[in-house]
């Protein structure tokens, strides 16, 4: 019986394939480690599967959308395997339906993978999303009802093409093919392979339609060039199935602005692995052992004629001119442009802010001057920062805005902040009745993973020449680009406006001055963002007044830019450059010579903090007089303090790794600590009460009551995506004790 099922052919095809094909098998690797291992939980990859989204919602579609990604991948795999196998299993020439019956014996791994999976979405499903059974076994069957369909399709398509008329055209095709000298010579090269293979069987039963044990008898050896040409006919199938995918993605691609063709990330993720698979596949076919060679050769080749020179380049900042004289980016111009007659003419122009502010309230009492430092973290992040303000003008009618002077910090945080001052904005102007609606919430935490993705794979991967136009000026439709527009049109396009559209409400002091900082990856500088002059966020001292030579520490991007048209760049794009996580978001190139290169703010202060306290450096005089305080309210997306983790077994590989790994889980921690030292200085040297309240987003902090209650709670990933019940989690985190406690000490600090 064990001898029965080792000489079987989906065994022995399976052990095939772990002897000469490993490579073959990695997307399954990957795909498992993901959806079962939770590999990238932190960044949420792992629910990009198990809880798709599409048109905004998780459902049945989604399910049957990505079942059919699912489906192209399982085929595809099928198809290269065939390409490797068939040589080796020669009897395949002479069963009738041989590429199904292939399909059949080498479903082990897809069998595999599609059991684990679906046990895995019904445990993330009834236990993380606390979906019915019957809802979750529809979205299953939905998911399951997309392979079948492809597989249906793709049967078809082979039964098509085993006709007569196909197979002329695969044998008129590979003649033209032959005519070239290469590609003869390489034709040659499998001739002497296959003979050189010994082409004798070992499988005694392989499994028949319609799944029925079959023996397998001796058959005649085949003609080796008849093995040739029924594999380049097989070839030429996966060929047209390539145009097909690449044809897909070019069309998604075209219309991805419409929410309709914005296919779930995860989706996009398994076709993009399905054609590097059939690619994988071609090249090895062809090439034979000149494919690794070759594949780095092209990969060498790519990357040199994709090189971006800073000249033109990709990655945009909308609304600037790239086409005229590019800004000279040198220490000489820096200083230029931080001299004492810009730094006292900047300080003037904020002291008249100041005083307007101050003007909006009664001569006495002093009334606190509030800071909101919000920290990064993806989306995760946003709602939490629009969350926290929502909370706390309801809880004090208004006042926190109303006393908020300065708004600074990272990432999501930012959009969400930036996304709350807005809403404020129209409140005070009489456009809305309100900040304290749901939807606001609902709406900044919306999906914005699929049209990234799919945009990466399409636009920046494979077809890097689509433009859109504004205001005259073309630029690249980048990933970037396409964050931007899914943001807008999820905010009504309220942020779609330049950045000079605040510079009148922040100078009448009718919404906080909000600064927008990046980290420049030449040198390591700040870049500001802000309608305002702000030349003294590069240095907290005139030149005259420094009692060291220090370095130039940030870049104003409005005056350096001045002639680029810096009060036109989007707000948006300024957030998104303040939020360009490695890899997830492009970095964007500015005109200057050399290009700067831009970064995400949280490499160099996830929190704001910074920033905060030297602006209260700066202005300590006039605040200290003005004021009976500075309140800086933090809002964080992590908990300050966290356990120790338990000592681990220090492997080779753990030692290898452990120095990175460390310094990049501990950045934020050694960010926290120069921010605290920061602070404490401050108040040193400020002449008044300052004051400072966390609100900190951790579930594991809900407390007893509330974990009884919301049993299903646990923390959001960092990434663009959040579930319904990663929402609900941020929703009620204000009800928390720890943060009930700040919010009670920051009643009596306003008091």
């Known amino acids: 019986m064990l001898q029965a099922i080792f000489y079987s052919f989906p065994v022995q095809l399976l052990l095939f394939q772990l002897r000469r094909n490993l490579l073959l098998l990695s997307p399954w690797v990957l795909l498992l480690g993901i959806t079962i291992g939770r590999w990238g939980e932190a960044l949420g990859i792992p629910f990009l599967f198990?809880?798709?989204?599409?048109?905004?919602?998780?459902g049945a579609i989604a399910m049957f959308i990505t079942g059919l990604a699912a489906g192209t991948f399982i085929m595809s795999f099928h198809i290269t395997a065939y390409i490797f196998a068939a040589s080796k299993f020669d009897f395949l020439?002479?069963?009738?339906?041989?590429?199904?019956?292939?399909?059949?014996?080498?479903?082990?791994?897809?069998?595999?993978?599609?059991?684990?999976?679906?046990?895995?979405?019904?445990?993330?499903?009834?236990?993380?999303?606390?979906?019915?059974?019957?809802?979750?076994?529809?979205?299953?069957?939905?998911?399951?009802?997309?392979?079948?369909?492809?597989?249906?399709?793709?049967?078809?398509?082979?039964?098509?093409?085993?006709?007569?008329?196909?197979?002329?055209?695969?044998?008129?095709?590979?003649?033209?093919?032959?005519?070239?000298?290469?590609?003869?010579?390489?034709?040659?090269?499998?001739?002497?392979?296959?003979?050189?293979?010994?082409?004798?069987?070992?499988?005694?039963?392989?499994?028949?339609?319609?799944?029925?044990?079959?023996?397998?008898?001796?058959?005649?050896?085949?003609?080796?060039?008849?093995?040739?040409?029924?594999?380049?006919?097989?070839?030429?199938?996966?060929?047209?199935?390539?145009?097909?995918?690449?044809?897909?993605?070019?069309?998604l691609g075209l219309f991805r602005n419409n929410p309709i063709f914005q296919i779930p990330a995860a989706a996009s993720g398994l076709l993009l692995l399905a054609m590097l698979t059939m690619i994988a596949g071609a090249l090895t076919y062809w090439l034979q052992k000149w494919a690794w060679g070759a594949t780095v050769l092209g990969i060498l080749l790519f990357s040199a004629l994709a090189k971006d020179s800073g000249r033109n380049p990709y990655y945009r900042a909308s609304g600037l001119n790239y086409d005229t004289i590019r800004a000279e980016y040198s220490i000489k111009r820096l200083q230029q442009l931080n001299n004492d007659a810009y730094y006292a003419k900047d300080v003037a122009h904020t002291l008249q802010i100041l005083a307007n502010w101050r003007a909006r309230f009664p001569a006495t009492p002093q009334p606190k001057m509030i800071f909101i430092c919000t920290s990064g973290g993806?989306?995760?992040?946003?709602?939490?920062?629009?969350?926290?303000?929502?909370?706390?003008?309801?809880?004090?009618?208004?006042?926190?805005?109303?006393?908020?002077?300065?708004?600074?910090g990272a990432s999501g945080g930012m959009m969400g902040a930036a996304y709350y001052r807005e809403i404020y904005w129209r409140v005070t102007e009489g456009q809305i009745p309100h900040t304290r609606g749901i939807q606001y919430v609902e709406k900044i935490a919306k999906d914005r993973l699929n049209p990234l993705v799919l945009s990466w794979i399409v636009n920046d991967l494979l077809l890097p020449v689509q433009q859109a136009s504004r205001d005259s000026i073309y630029y690249f439709t980048d990933r970037g680009h396409a964050f931007e527009q899914k943001l807008?049109?999820?905010?009504?396009?309220?942020?779609?406006?330049?950045?000079?559209?605040?510079?009148?409400?922040?100078?009448?002091?009718?919404?906080?001055?909000?600064?927008?900082?990046?980290?420049?990856?030449?040198?390591?500088?700040?870049?500001?963002?802000?309608?305002?002059?702000?030349s003294y966020m590069n240095n907290a001292a005139p030149l005259a007044r420094r009692a060291?030579?220090?370095?130039?520490?940030?870049?104003?991007?409005?005056?350096?830019?001045?002639?680029?048209?810096?009060?036109?760049?989007?707000?948006?794009?300024?957030?998104?450059?303040?939020a360009t996580f490695p890899y997830i978001m492009p970095n964007v190139l500015l005109p200057s010579e050399p290009a700067m290169e831009i970064m995400d703010a949280g490499l160099s202060d996830n929190f704001g903090v910074n920033d905060a306290v030297q602006f209260l450096y700066v202005f300590r005089e006039w605040i200290a007089r003005h004021t009976s305080g500075v309140i800086i309210i933090r809002i964080r997306d992590s908990p300050k303090e966290q356990d120790i983790k338990p000592f681990q077994g220090r492997s080779l590989l753990f030692k290898l790794f452990s120095p990175i790994e460390h310094f990049l889980s501990n950045l934020y921690f050694l960010q926290d600590g120069r921010n605290d030292f920061a602070i404490e200085l401050a108040a040193k040297w400020f002449e008044n009460d300052l004051r400072t309240i966390d609100l900190e987003y951790n579930p594991a902090y809900l407390g007893k009551n509330l974990l009884e209650v919301h049993t299903h709670v646990r923390k959001a990933p960092l990434s663009w995506r959040l579930t319904a019940r990663e929402l609900?989690?941020?929703?009620?985190?204000?009800?928390?004790?720890?943060?009930?406690?700040?919010?009670?000490?920051?009643?009596?600090?306003?008091?």
């Open 50 to 58: 198990l809880s798709p989204e599409y048109m905004g919602e998780v």
């Open 93 to 251: 020439n002479f069963l009738p339906r041989s590429m199904a019956l292939f399909c059949i014996n080498n479903g082990i791994l897809p069998l595999l993978f599609n059991v684990l999976f679906i046990v895995a979405f019904f445990y993330y499903q009834l236990t993380d999303e606390l979906v019915a059974y019957s809802q979750a076994a529809w979205y299953a069957i939905s998911f399951l009802l997309g392979q079948l369909v492809v597989v249906v399709l793709y049967f078809a398509y082979f039964h098509i093409t085993g006709q007569h008329i196909w197979g002329s055209v695969s044998q008129k095709v590979d003649r033209q093919l032959r005519k070239a000298r290469f590609m003869r010579y390489l034709t040659l090269q499998r001739l002497r392979t296959i003979r050189s293979r010994n082409l004798q069987h070992n499988v005694h039963f392989y499994i028949d339609f319609p799944f029925k044990i079959t023996e397998l008898h001796e058959l005649p050896a085949v003609a080796v060039p008849e093995s040739v040409r029924l594999l380049d006919h097989n070839q030429l199938n996966a060929l047209m199935i390539e145009l097909f995918l690449f044809t897909l993605f070019l069309l």
């Open 378 to 408: 993806g989306q995760r992040a946003a709602a939490w920062t629009l969350r926290c303000l929502q909370a706390l003008d309801s809880i004090f009618d208004g006042r926190i805005m109303q006393q908020t002077m300065l708004i600074t």
């Open 488 to 534: 807008n049109a999820d905010l009504d396009n309220w942020l779609n406006k330049p950045l000079i559209a605040y510079r009148a409400a922040e100078q009448r002091a009718q919404i906080p001055m909000m600064i927008i900082a990046a980290s420049v990856v030449n040198d390591g500088r700040r870049l500001y963002f802000s309608p305002q002059p702000i």
């Open 548 to 578: 060291i030579q220090s370095r130039i520490r940030g870049i104003e991007f409005a005056r350096f830019f001045r002639h680029h048209r810096a009060d036109s760049l989007r707000i948006t794009t300024a957030l998104r450059m303040n």
């Open 728 to 751: 609900e989690g941020i929703r009620i985190m204000i009800q928390s004790p720890e943060n009930q406690s700040a919010i009670k000490k920051l009643r009596a600090y306003l008091k």
